[in-house]
């Protein structure tokens, strides 16, 4: 896949999300459907979106133990999906075990990629309250090559750490990158944030934005902006 900007969908329901994406007209954004609106709308949500044209990511962020993860990407392998997630603190055993219940009996999948260290996440927040000793980027690079281990596609983490996982996993490993702020806006939960020209400096895939664009007074223009900037 190409690099893109992926629209991060956060709404209650199926018609907020229509009506909010029925506004880019001709254009066709990559969007992410989380957990609000995939637990508000339900599976149908993403042949919704898959209808209208949309490639889509399903940010669920697995994370049980291996064996119900593999049911789960099971039922989920079923969906129209092009890239979805786990948390790579599940452990290499999960990790693996998501990808063989995503993969279909012809050896078809979705690109499976897992979540470092959430970009909500402080190093304060790392070390004093998970008791994660290690740095934020020595924890994010160690989760990035369990993933490669586990033959996952690559890892969501902040445009920050981008280039020590390239480094470390080669550069088609993907780093899918949320965190996505202008200098102007509004940080709102998350910590670890960057502009989508910095995003693209750093070597991001993909960025995944949401507020930036959702809460913008003209979505359209901010999305344009955005793609402006990143591509
Ligand atoms: O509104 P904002 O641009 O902060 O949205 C970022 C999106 O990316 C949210 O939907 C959030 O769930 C998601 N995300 C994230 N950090 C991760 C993984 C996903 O912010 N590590």
Redesign the pocket.
Known sequence: MARDVIL?C?FPDARATVSFLQQFKGQKPFV?I??ELFYGAGPSIVHTLKEMGHKIFL?L?LHDIPNTVKKAMRVLSGLEIDLC?VHAAGTVAMMEAALEGLTAPDGKRPQLIA??????TSSAQLHDELGIPDSMEETVIRYARNAKAAGLDGV??SPLETRGIKEACGDSFLAVT????YPSDDK???TRVTSPADAKRLGSDYI?????I?AAPDPVAAYERVLKDFL
Not at 208 to 212: E, K, L
């Open positions: 991060a956060d992410k989380g957990m940010d962020k997630n979540v470092t260290q959430l970009t909500s969501v983490c949320p965190g996505i702020r709102g939960d998350q995944v934005v949401g507020r930036p959702t």
